[in-house]
């Protein structure tokens, strides 16, 4: 494989999420409306801020620094991480700068991503953050895909000004109208879905690309087939990729890891599979939970990711030569 350059910022960000192997282990907790539900689903909207903001603290403050990276959200998470010395300095620190939720209502089969107003990867860089992070709900055919892609590549272009890395996470979505994406008419698309998506959107400019697993293990059992998925994903992206979790149960996350990394991938960008059912639990629980169950499930994903992910290195370098902050701009 020919390693892409990468300039010497990109570079260096990513170097800030990964661990000294090159690999991802990452801990995702940019969730908002999710989060709520998961404090309390009967009532939702009843979640006050503080409250979310003590539970993502407990999460950052016991478990993301075993992580070489925390993925967080600007109104809960970024700056109450920072500020409280809950995030530590050591751990790689990733932005999401779309809104919660993503797309708006009744716009189920052609889907439009809408970024937090005011922010881009100039502020992201200005915080000392490590790197950008864009969702997009994404399908190869809905009407709304030229749109997403414009977007992808006006958020990789304004990454690449400022010089910071952009993970690129694409959610995939039916486009027959009240079709689920649970379904298994979905779930027999599902691998073309996600391949040609990562075919289509990585090479506008992601540097790291966070990819749902290519089937639906609900109705797929056929892992030499899962595997032979993950190696088109690598191919298709042609960037370092890492697997989400989507709130599977730890045992079958563990089993995706293990599948994507023989497929190629660089480890994985997860959270509710990890830490999902501390939310609902009185503080002293919830701590509990956090510094053991979920704390022995990053730590088992984490030695399956060292032992099977294809560092980053295998797709990029940084060459230096003399002068070239003379060259910098």
Not at 321 to 329: A, L, V
């Amino acid at each position: 494989m020919t390693k892409k350059e990468l300039s010497i910022g990109k570079y260096r960000g990513i170097q800030q999420i990964s661990t000294p192997e090159g690999a991802f282990t990452m801990l995702a907790l940019d969730h908002q409306e999710s989060f709520r539900k998961g404090i309390n689903s009967a009532d939702p909207m009843s979640v006050s801020y503080q409250e979310i903001v003590e539970r993502k603290l407990d999460i950052i403050s016991l478990i993301a620094n075993q992580s070489s990276a925390l993925l967080t959200d600007l109104r809960y998470g970024v700056a109450q991480s920072i500020a409280s010395g809950a995030l530590q300095g050591k751990t790689g620190l990733i932005v999401t700068i779309e809104q919660s939720p993503g797309y708006g209502a009744g716009e189920t089969t052609a889907r439009r991503t809408v970024l937090v107003k005011g922010w881009n990867a100039f502020k992201v860089r200005k915080i000392g953050a490590s790197a950008v992070k864009l969702l997009v709900y994404y399908h190869p055919e809905s009407k709304t895909a030229k749109d997403q892609e414009a977007l992808v590549a006006q958020v990789a272009d304004d990454c690449k000004i400022n010089d910071i890395p952009l993970v690129l996470e694409v959610l995939t979505h039916p486009i027959v109208e009240g079709q689920s994406k649970e379904s298994a008419a979905f779930a027999e698309q599902r691998p073309h879905i996600i391949i040609e998506s990562a075919k289509r959107l990585c090479p506008l400019g992601a540097d790291v690309f966070k990819a749902e697993f290519p089937a639906d293990v609900k109705y797929e059992h056929n892992e030499g087939k899962m595997l032979a998925w993950c190696q088109q994903l690598t191919e298709a992206a042609a960037i370092p990729w890492v697997v989400l979790s989507a709130a599977v149960d730890h045992e079958a996350f563990c089993r995706q890891v293990e599948i994507s990394c023989d497929g190629g991938a660089s480890g994985f960008l997860a959270g509710r599979s990890i830490w999902k059912e501390a939310l609902a639990l009185p503080a002293a629980e919830r701590k509990q939970f956090l510094q053991t169950t979920a704390t022995k499930r990053l730590q088992e994903l984490t030695s399956i990711t060292l032992k099977k992910a294809h560092p980053f290195t295998e797709w990029y370098q940084s060459t230096v030569t003399e002068g070239w902050f003379e060259r910098y701009s």
